[in-house]
């Protein structure tokens, strides 16, 4: 038996705890390039409170795995096919994923905007797949950002779908940060709101998350009755106004259920 104060002991418990940090501070990279879109080296260690070497060491490795890739206009890095690779093993996001797909395309086609499928991934929606419609303004790519459950069509649509007690604790953790002006941060407003959109079956923001930008979103459930995704068409404000648009509410209704269906559920 090994005495208790062997120096190689020592050595290999300094190394597993070294790994461990290292796998620590890489998955808190990923967070950071999820949340943020893009950020650079610097952005990253001053973030995470290390030296830029290490940062940029970490990276490196994630890079390497194809986990992250560098943006080559911007020289930023940003979450690579890696993870879209790591993701597509998750049977459940896979599936709705396909299911979706076409009935993503044909209302992006139907609505000329842009429509997204978002799921709750710990305290965010992440966005997992997209469709563009031809009256799109931009060409930002939302698959794989997180945004914030309270701020947005997609987040409040889960968010109404939780207990009371699932909500009160992501809420608690996360807090209601203003995104913009027209953001509710206000716990008893945001609770009444979520009534309503239990109740309706829909969800609409006005530049709560980004000005400009107003988007609706509706649920896709399971074979069980559980919510377990939400599709959401999103455009300019100027233009973009679901409640006064003829029909869109009850299609993306209606495109919500075709999915659900797909995924085995049956209305009661």
Known sequence: MAARNDPDMDKDADAQAGGVQSVDRALQILEILAREGDAGVSEIAEEMGIHKSTASRLVGSLVGRELVRQNSERGKYQLGFGILRLASSIPGRLSVVHEARDVL???????????????????????????????TLATYDWVGSLTPLHATS??????????????????????????????????????????????????????????????VAVPIYNHLGNVIAAVSISGPAFRFTPEEQPGLIDGLRDAGLTISTKMGYRRR
Do not use: C, W
Not at 105 to 124: I, P, W
Not at 169 to 185: D, E, H, S, V, Y
Not at 193 to 215: K, M
């Open 105 to 135: 395309e044909s209302l992006a086609a139907s609505y000329k905007e842009t429509v997204n499928l978002a799921v709750l991934r710990s305290n965010f929606a992440v966005n997992v797949d997209q469709a563009m419609g031809p009256s």
């Open 154 to 215: 997609s987040g409040k649509v889960l968010l109404a779908a939780l207990t009371a007690d699932e909500r009160d604790a992501i809420l608690r953790r996360m807090g209601l940060p203003a995104r913009t002006p027209r953001t509710i941060t206000n716990r008893s407003e945001l609770e009444k709101q979520l009534l309503e959109v239990a109740h309706s079956g829909y969800a609409v923001v006005h530049e709560e998350f980004e000005i400009g930008l107003t988007a």
